[in-house]
């Protein structure tokens, strides 16, 4: 069973930086490595979009279009944890931040933090 919480989130200035992680404290140490992670947002009034994936060993990533050059998606499996590291932040950028974890051959993300929200202001 994966078990995940968001952590990092805070109010920062344009052009600033943030690290957001993702920590499974899930019973079973095996587990989180065998899942894709993902991060997701929701901005104010609008709907949920991926923001970026990586697969289970970290070889493999994806970044939308809209945060592609600026963020990086990473994982340490050894300590059950996925982060998004943010740089060059905009107004834009501002949402509810989810992480989320998916087993390669599941058609849905099956497991959900609780958000950490990410404000940047102008």
């Known amino acids: 069973q994966v078990q995940l919480e968001e952590s990092g989130g805070g109010l920062v200035q344009a052009e600033g930086s943030l690290r957001l992680s993702c920590a499974d404290s899930g019973r079973t140490f095996s587990t989180f490595s065998v899942y894709a992670m993902g991060w997701f947002r929701r901005p104010p009034g609008k709907e949920r979009e991926l923001v970026a994936t990586i697969s289970p060993s970290g070889l493999t990533t994806y970044y939308a279009d809209s945060v592609k050059g600026r963020f990086t998606i990473s994982r340490d499996n050894a300590k059950k944890t996925a982060y998004l590291e943010m740089n060059s932040l905009k107004p834009e950028d501002t949402a509810v931040y989810y992480c989320?974890?998916?087993?390669?051959?599941?058609?849905?993300?099956?497991?959900w933090g609780q958000g950490t929200q990410v404000t940047v202001s102008s």
């Open positions: 989320a974890a998916k087993a390669l051959s599941a058609q849905v993300w099956n497991y």
